[in-house]
Structures are given as structure tokens and as C-alpha cells.
């Protein structure tokens, strides 16, 4: 069954720590990965979109990692900031699947100052 | 412009309304979306229209009844709905949803509809 999970479920740090967030998956095949960003009451925000061949992406102080072989994904912050309060969702598609997208339960992050 | 608009932004509704959810976008995209995301839950895909076709229904009851005018839009038509239905209702979209290679979906602000 293609599953993805997330952890922890909840995290809380303060202004200015990095944290990293964690994705394993069991889909197949795999196409790519993505990490989204929702803050509470909006859509989603892609922040990072990774196929298998890559295994490191950068957006800003978001870098996320792929490793295909342990079917793992990681997203780090640095230097969090207040607005980095959101939930964020691991998302894996598998390829010809028609668009269809295999969410997690995602991280719900909150950053005090 | 990569942006996904929906109206309205908040809706109200009761079980015997018949109301509409809306949702734009101009990236010549070809493939839109339809999920219904609870409080603390990921989106749940409900429906996929693919070159303005219906692709994907994911046994979504009858009372939602999506469409599709042009490939630039996508309605979502509420009629006789419970109070379990109220959530976010997103909006996505695609530059193809066919095919083997997925491509990025972009996502609407939702719409917060709430049933009484």
C-alpha cells in the first residue's frame, strides 16, 4: 500500500533554532517528492520538488534531502522565524498515477520567540 | 502569474441550499483539482479534470458535483449537504494531469465552508 509518513507530528522551537523534519515513504514507483508548507486556513505552498535523481534542494532557509534507496526524505529549517509556523506536508507521487498525490499527516511546527 | 483564486473565500450553507464553490487559474494549465481538507488532516482528493474532462472521481457522494465550463475553470456544485461535510475546500492545478511524469500542482487559498 503506498503510504507516507511523517514525524514527529508536532514540534516546537524557538526563534532562530533549526529543526529538521522527517518523510518516509513506501510508494511505488516512485515519481518525486514534494514538501509543502500550509499555513493554518490556506492552500498548500510547494517549497521543494525533488525526483528521484536528485538528493538535495534549497529554497531559501529550506533544504530538503531525498535518499530513494531508504525511501527517505528530510526537510531542514535554519534560523527559524515566527513565520515559519505552519504545517508541513510530505507529498509523494508515483509515476502514471494521473496526478494523484499521496499526502502525509504532516508536522505541525511552531516557532516562539 | 502562478496563482489558483477560489470564491468564495468563507461560505455558509445550510442542509437544504444549493450553492457553488469556484475556482480560476490562467498558467494554461490543463489538469484542476478538487479536495476537501479537514481540521488537522491532509487534503483528500475528490476529483480530477484532465483537458477539461472528468478523470478521476474518488467515490465522492453525489451532493458534490463538479465542473469543468473551460480549462480555465472549476466549479463545485453543493446541494442537500451534511454538517460532516463542512471543511476547506481546495483548488489545484496542473500543467497536465495525464501521463507518467506528475507535475507540480499549485493550490488555491480554499474556500471555508461551513454546513448548518
Given amino acids: 500500500k503506498n503510504q507516507v509518513e511523517q514525524s514527529p507530528q508536532s514540534l516546537i522551537i524557538l526563534e532562530g533554532k533549526n529543526c529538521t523534519l522527517q518523510c518516509n515513504y513506501t510508494v511505488s514507483p516512485f515519481s518525486n ?4 508548507k500550509q499555513d493554518t486556513g490556506r492552500g498548500p505552498v510547494s517549497l521543494t520538488i525533488m525526483t528521484f535523481s536528485e538528493n538535495t534542494k534549497s529554497n531559501g532557509r529550506y533544504t530538503a534531502t ?19 509556523s505552519a504545517s508541513y506536508i ?12 499521496i499526502f502525509g499527516q504532516g508536522t505541525t511546527l511552531q516557532v516562539k520567540p | 502569474d502562478t496563482e489558483v483564486t477560489q470564491t468564495p473565500k468563507h461560505l455558509v450553507m445550510g442542509m437544504t441550499n444549493k450553492k457553488s464553490l ?4 490562467h498558467m ?42 473551460n480549462s480555465s475553470l472549476l466549479n463545485l456544485h453543493l446541494h442537500a449537504l451534511q454538517p460532516e461535510d463542512s471543511a476547506l475546500y481546495l ?3 496542473s500543467q497536465d494531469g495525464a501521463g507518467a511524469i506528475p507535475y507540480e500542482q499549485y493550490f488555491g ?8
Fill in chain 2, 28 to 69: 494554461g494549465h490543463r489538469a484542476m483539482y478538487w479536495y476537501k481538507q479537514k481540521a488537522k488532516k491532509p487534503p483528500e482528493l475528490m476529483f480530477v479534470y484532465s483537458y477539461e474532462k472528468l478523470s478521476i472521481n474518488e467515490s465522492v457522494p453525489s451532493r458534490f458535483s463538479p465542473e469543468c465550463p
Fill in chain 1, 33 to 36: 517528492l514534494r514538501w509543502y
Fill in chain 2, 109 to 116: 487559498p480554499g474556500t471555508r465552508l461551513t454546513v448548518t
Fill in chain 1, 90 to 101: 510530505c507529498v509523494v507521487s508515483a509515476t502514471g498515477n494521473t496526478g494523484k498525490l
Fill in chain 2, 91 to 93: 483548488c489545484a492545478s
Fill in chain 2, 22 to 25: 469556484k475556482c480560476e487559474q
Fill in chain 1, 66 to 84: 531525498l535518499d530513494a534507496d531508504t525511501k527517505q526524505s528530510s526537510l531542514h529549517i535554519t534560523a527559524s522565524q515566527l513565520s515559519d
